[in-house]
């Protein structure tokens, strides 16, 4: 009982970690804001790759790597879903680091608040996952969110639309895939380094490049951009398979809150009366959900005990 105990406090210790670096992002990224977001995504595919592939050197995963990519041969599949889940998490990051650069840190954590309702939405129709009435009626509070922002600002969100769908679509080509999350990572940057390298070379050959070209100091914030790209992504994955799945959906919440912090508070980014009852509505439709999906799994720890009992 007490090494359960023990396995969930470090699952939320290592889930917190994770959500922690992702929500504190936008700093990092305003100190690249000279930087075009597609230099700077290049850059980060590239040094991403380099960490897994010495993070793989040091826990000696490497057979296991290779016998992942062979077995693609037989499972051509989950290769194809390897690499579609390689280009919408680069979407993704696209979006996030053009946003955050462009004053858009607000729009973000929209994203990221909706990012948990679209999986839902997903899960109905590619899943076939079924719904209870109350869920439903949380899908149906943030739709009106994004009307209040979309007829608000007379533009559609694109921004916060495009995040929570790359997003949730990779989190479902994830589940997709049975491999090995070191592997997995290191596949996925794999995939799409090359193209990363070309866009690089192209840079280089064209004189438009930051990198070797502004400051050592810069220099280092790029390389890094791999480092932190891939931590929290480890960190998540020891989490989540320490703690029940609706824990990991309050700690989720964590992100989007301290990026809408930032974006008020640190970077004074317009907070409408429109933004705050848009808010409200997906706050309220995220606080219905989770608590369905606690009473759900509290009802089905009851009933596992009860046959135990038995």
Not at 83 to 93: G, Q
Not at 282 to 303: E, G
Request: charged share 10%; with cysteine.
């Amino acid at each position: 009982m007490m090494m359960e105990k023990n396995d969930v406090r470090h699952g939320v210790i290592f889930a917190a970690i994770s959500y922690l670096i992702w929500g504190l992002f936008p700093i990092y990224w305003k100190h690249l804001q000279g930087v075009g977001a597609d230099e700077i995504l290049a850059n980060r595919i590239l040094w991403s790759f380099i960490f897994m592939c010495i993070l793989l050197t040091f826990t000696r995963k490497w057979g296991l790597f290779y016998q992942t990519l062979r077995s693609f041969k037989h499972q051509k599949k989950q290769g194809i879903m390897l690499f579609i889940a390689s280009v919408l998490v680069s979407c993704n990051w696209f979006v996030y680091i053009w946003a955050v650069n462009a004053n858009k840190i607000i729009e973000t954590s929209l994203g990221y608040y909706i990012n948990p309702l679209v999986s839902v939405l997903l899960g109905i129709f590619v899943m076939k996952e079924k719904l209870s009435k109350i869920q439903y009626v949380s899908v149906g509070l943030a739709v009106i969110g994004v009307c209040i922002i979309t007829f608000a600002h007379g533009a559609f969100p694109w921004i916060a639309i495009s995040l929570a769908l790359t997003f949730g679509l990779y989190g479902l080509t994830k589940k997709l895939i049975k491999v090995n999350s070191d592997v997995g990572l290191t596949l996925e940057t794999m995939f799409i380094t090359p193209f990363a390298l070309l866009y690089i070379g192209y840079l280089f050959i064209k004189g438009d490049h930051a990198f070797l070209a502004v400051s050592a100091s810069l220099d280092f914030l790029l390389i890094i951009s791999g480092v932190l790209t891939a931590v929290p992504l480890l960190f998540f994955a020891k989490g989540a398979q320490r703690i029940p799945l609706s824990m990991l959906g309050f700690i989720q919440y964590l992100t989007p809150t301290l990026t809408l912090i930032l974006g008020v508070f640190v970077y004074h980014e317009p907070f409408t009366p429109s933004h705050l009852l848009a808010f409200i509505f997906i706050w309220t439709a995220l606080s219905i959900y989770s608590l369905s999906q606690t009473k759900l799994f509290t009802n089905s720890k009851k009933r596992q005990q009860a046959k135990g009992i038995a």
